[in-house]
C-alpha cells in the first residue's frame, strides 16, 4: 500500500482548513494518506466507500467521521454513484495553541481525540443533526465556522452513537529514516504481493537479518510483516470483488496458492467470507 504524506496549510485567516467538495464521484481517485492533522469528513447523502487505517467498508446514506492525527485514510468519494458533496474541516491538535486542549472545558473533546485514533463513523441524529450544521459551513465568516467547529468538536465528544473503525492505534508515528525503510518495504508489497514474497529479500532492502526485521517491522506497525502482507493482499481482493472478478481468479491474482486458505485469511480480516463479500459488494 503506498501511503502518501499530505501537506496541508490552514485557509488564509484562519487557524484550520475548511473543504467543500461537489464533483462527479468517479473523478475521485485512490488516494490513500496521512497527515498530523486531524480530518472530520462529512458526505451528504450517496453511498461509496470508506477506508481508514486497516477498515474497508461501504457506506449508505452518507457519512460522518472523524479521522485521528496521522491515520491514514483514502477519499470517500471513491466508489460512489452520481454527484458526491462532503465537506471536510482540516486541524492540528493545537489549533487554538499549544494550552487550549489543557483547558477544564475541553475535557471530553480531548478524550474525543484519544478515541480517533482509531477512526470513529458516526450514525443517527448525531450524523443527522451535524450535517445540517456543516453544509451551513462554507457560507459562513471565518469567526463563525471556529465557533461551529467548537460545537461540532463538543457534539461529537458527547454522543454514543459511533463505531470505532479500527481495534487498535495503527497512527503514524516514524523517524524520517522509518519512513524512508518502510516506504521501500511498501513498494516491495505493493509490486510484488501477486507472487511469492521472500522475505530474506524485504530483510536485505531493510538492510536487516530476519529476525531483526521481524521485531522492526512488529514493534513500528503493532503486526507481523506476514499480517500486514495478508492485508494488503485482501484489500486488493476487495477491490477485485468490486470489479466483478471471481473468487479463484482473484485468489491466485493477490499470491494466495490455495483458495480455502485464502477464504480463511479474508474472513479473519474482513469478517465474512469470500462469497459473502462478493454477493453483498460485488
Known sequence: MKTEFEIIQPDA??????LHHQVVADTFKWHYHYHPEYEIVCVFDGDGRRHVGNHLSNYTGGDLVLIGANLPHGG??????????????QFREDFL?????????????????????????FYGE????????????PNLSQFERLIELLHILQTLANSTEYLALNAVDIRYNFSQKDQVRLEKIYKYVEENYSQNIDIQIVANICNLTIPAFCNYFKKNLNQTFTDFTNEYRINQACKM?????EITDICFRCGFNNVSYFGRVFKQIKGINPSQF?????
Open 76 to 89: 470517500f468519494g471513491y466508489g460512489s454513484v452520481g454527484t458526491h458533496e462532503e465537506v471536510v474541516i
Open 241 to 245: 470483488f468490486l470489479q466483478g472478478l
Open 126 to 137: 448525531t450524523k443527522q443533526f451535524l450535517s445540517e450544521k456543516m453544509k451551513k459551513l
Open 278 to 282: 462478493k454477493r453483498t459488494y460485488g
Open 97 to 121: 495553541g499549544e494550552n487550549f486542549l489543557n483547558k477544564p472545558e475541553m475535557e471530553h473533546i480531548r478524550k474525543l481525540f484519544d478515541r480517533s485514533k482509531q477512526g470513529l463513523s
Open 13 to 18: 485567516g484562519s487557524s484550520f482548513r475548511l
